[in-house]
Every structure is written in structure tokens, then in C-alpha cells.
């Protein structure tokens, strides 16, 4: 069932730790088929050179196994919500890369401050509110979905591919699940280039909007010019 699906998410998987952003069994990628309404997803706590692509598990959208003899991502209700309420996100990543996390851990946003952040994110990148301690006690990694998705409740999921969830860490997403690690591998590159830019000027200002939009729209929409089509 799906195999040429579980193939894509195991090797997307794989691509988090070629990029250093997974270590041990710290991350997952999930991807959603549409045409059978099912998720394919990493296994739980298995580490990354010890998978196969027949290790991956397959779940309804209720997080009901339908293929898999290993549990799914204990993230798996978290993925579940964001596919539900957003038809248009194919593939889901989530890390705990160390300068996603960082932002995280500091409940900030990360603020568009130059072109490499415009290139890829439409504004800033958002942080979460944190949970509550009754959203935490029940059904937490559900809920955790649930403020991912106040996060974006004003804006495009897809032009500003990723979240960072306040104490936790970041989720990107994509189309498909080769661009969904592609966005989280910008992700970590821009918190860590945002981080070095506070540092060495605290009273840095974020990169004007005409700039902004300059930057995100010559490679994203109708009038696109940058570069060559991307087949994610």
C-alpha cells in the first residue's frame, strides 16, 4: 500500500539527517495522499540508520494504523490536524534543529531582516503561543496542531512554510515531502543567520517591505522570473 509514497518519506526522512537537523530519533516527515485520504509516516523512536521504507507507517486521518507493524511518530496527531484543516499541505517536517529551537525556546517570531529570508518566507516566520496546562494533559500532541494552526489562521501556510512551536521546535511543510525538507532546511539556516544578525547588531531593524516583497515574489507566484521551475 502506497509504497512508492513510503519510499519518498522514508527518503525525506533520511535527508534530515544528511542536513544535520535530526540526531538519534529526534524529527519525522509525513507525507498525505490525497486520493486515498491516508498519511504516510516515520515510525516512533526508530533511528534513522536502522530504517527502511517499508518501515513506514500508514494511518487514516482518525490515527487509525491501516499499514505498519511499528507505531507511528508519537507527533502523528500533530500532523493529522494541520492535514485536516489544510488541504493544500501535502507533506509535513518537524526537528529539533538546534537554532529553530533556540527562537522557539525564546517564544519569539523570527523577523524577515534580509533577502535570503524573503526569498523563501513571505514575513516573519511565526513562534506559537504556548500550550496550557489542560492542553497539555490532554490530547497534547493534538492541541499542539491546534496552535499551529492559530498561527496561521491570518495568513498562507505555504508562503510562509514553517513554525516554530513555543518551547518545542519547528514544523515546516511543503507540497510534497521533498519540499517540505527543503523549506525546513531554510528554515534552520535563516533562525541561525537571524541569530548572528542580533548578535552583532542589536538594533537591527527588519528589512523594508518593498524589499520584502521584491525578493519573495520574483520566485513565487504569477509573475515570477527567478530561476528555473522547481519539480518538487
Not at 524573503?118 to 494533559?137: Q, V
Request: hydrophobic content about 35%.
Amino acid at each position: 500500500m502506497l509504497e512508492e509514497l513510503k519510499e519518498r518519506v522514508y527518503r525525506a526522512n533520511i535527508e534530515l539527517v544528511k542536513h544535520g537537523l535530526v540526531i538519534f530519533t529526534w524529527g519525522n516527515v509525513s507525507a498525505f495522499d490525497k486520493d486515498s485520504g491516508l498519511v504516510v509516516i516515520k515510525p516512533s523512536g526508530v533511528e534513522y540508520d536502522k530504517m527502511e521504507g517499508s518501515d513506514m507507517v500508514v494511518v487514516d486521518l482518525d490515527g487509525r494504523v491501516v499499514e505498519g507493524r511499528l507505531r507511528p511518530s508519537s507527533d502523528t496527531p500533530t500532523h493529522i490536524e494541520i492535514y485536516k484543516a489544510r488541504p493544500e499541505v501535502g507533506a509535513i517536517v518537524h526537528t529539533h534543529s538546534s537554532f529553530a529551537v533556540a527562537w522557539a525556546q525564546s517564544g519569539r517570531d523570527i523577523p524577515c531582516y534580509g533577502t535570503t529570508h524573503a526569498d523563501h518566507f513571505y514575513g516573519d516566520i511565526p513562534c506559537t503561543r504556548a500550550l496550557s496546562d489542560e492542553e497539555i494533559a490532554f490530547d497534547y500532541e493534538k492541541h499542539t496542531g491546534t496552535v499551529i494552526l492559530e498561527a496561521f489562521s491570518d495568513r498562507d501556510i505555504l508562503s510562509t512554510p514553517g513554525v516554530l512551536c513555543m518551547n518545542h521546535g519547528p514544523f515546516a511543510f511543503g507540497r510534497s515531502a521533498e519540499e517540505a525538507v527543503y523549506n525546513a532546511v531554510v528554515l534552520e539556516e535563516i533562525a541561525r543567520m537571524a541569530y548572528v544578525s542580533e548578535s552583532l547588531n542589536p538594533g537591527i531593524k527588519r528589512a523594508g517591505k518593498a524589499l520584502q516583497d521584491k525578493h519573495y515574489f520574483r520566485k513565487h507566484g504569477k509573475d515570477a522570473y527567478y530561476g528555473q521551475r522547481k519539480q518538487f
